[in-house]
């Protein structure tokens, strides 16, 4: 897909937002359910494509032992700024930008 085509999707659907402002709660609806079935399209795009950027190969490891434990420990994500500015519709037009701390 181009992103020259990408962005003057987006540009469209910017200018058509404010058509929808202007003519009520109706059309706003409306444009919402837009604006999700382009998340869902740009969503789909990084799936269908994320095995290039991935790779899976066995662990030099040995598999655990049927019964045993296997602790495994993540950070907590805690948003200070900007949450939900990465998400559509917003990183569509202005992109996002969040500000977060890993405990």
């Not at 987006?10 to 609806?29: F, K, N, S, T």
């Not at 907590?76 to 500015?85: F, K, V």
């Amino acid at each position: 897909h181009d992103p020259g085509e990408r962005r003057a999707a987006v540009l469209e659907m910017r200018r058509l937002r404010g058509q929808w402002i202007d003519d009520g709660p109706v059309a706003l609806i409306r444009a919402a359910r837009h604006y999700e079935a382009a998340a869902q399209v740009l969503i789909l795009m990084a799936v269908a494509t994320c095995s290039e950027f991935i790779s899976i190969k066995p662990s030099p490891e040995p598999s655990p032992a049927t019964g045993q434990w296997i602790v495994v420990e993540a950070p907590a994500r805690i948003d200070l700024a900007g949450g939900w500015t990465d998400t559509p519709p917003v990183c569509y037009e202005h992109g996002g930008a969040v500000v977060n701390l890993a405990l």
